[in-house]
């Protein structure tokens, strides 16, 4: 009988020894894949507005030739909510969808990007701000160069990271049959993406709801501090108010020295 428990309780720490590791494989390899595809998918975002740029400096900022270059971002980019030819004095002079035509002359030149667009004559991604369309998105510019390489103005590409992250997701959940659990934050502590919509937009450092799980909260400064690792932490489960024990690594992801924290989780027990 004493053998026979001994024997099982082997094979039980062999079964433990080796299912842990390979649960972290796992991770790792949906970790690779899904930083692999939305970084990929910034890419995308970027060459467009790239391409928009060389348009531009051929057709002008206005007029019928311009409105077809962005008209043509705006299909390739289909998370765009808009797109603009912004001039070099910071204002957006042509801009697609129609909807947003009433936007045409706004001087968005103050905004922090922009200012760093400006100065540097390089391509910019910005932080989740608040627009003068009045949501709360990323921008991404390209600068217009004309003759002898000088700056006459950008192109604009706004969007909002969760949609373009749940994208990516919903595409990942259709090729392995379960979406992974995901949250993405920016450097200040944003979430610019969680599964639970209601979350999204909450300052991890700051929001009250955080507040009772400082766990998570040291490890939210862990993530930002470092651009890739693993940790542990304690938080409601999804559509729940019981806390469960969670695993998670990360990863970075950006454009243009602007930086996103992807955050994949498990539950443990």
Known sequence: ???TIMLAALCLIAFSATTAPAQDDQAAAQMTV????????????????????????????TGPAARQVLHELLLACPEAIDVAAVDS???MVTMEPAAYR?????????????????????PVMSQVFRTVEKVDAVDLEQPVLGPEGRMVGSVSLLYRPDALLAEVIKGLAAGQGQAPEVWAMDLEGRIIYDQDPQEVD????????YQDYPELVALGRRIQAQGAGQGG?????????????KQCLWDSIGLHGTWWRLVLTRVVR
């Open 1 to 3: 009988m004493r053998r």
């Open 202 to 209: 909450r300052n991890l450092f700051s929001d009250p709801l």
């Open 233 to 245: 932490y304690s938080f409601l489960a999804q559509g729940s108010d019981k806390a469960v024990n």
């Open 34 to 61: 899904l930083r692999e595809q939305v970084q990929a998918r910034l890419d995308h975002l970027d060459r467009g507005v790239a391409r928009a740029a060389q348009g531009l400096a051929q057709a002008g900022l």
């Open 102 to 122: 009433h936007l045409e002359g706004t001087d968005i030149s103050r905004q922090e990007h922009m200012a760093r667009l400006l100065a540097t004559r390089g």
């Open 89 to 91: 004095a910071g204002r």
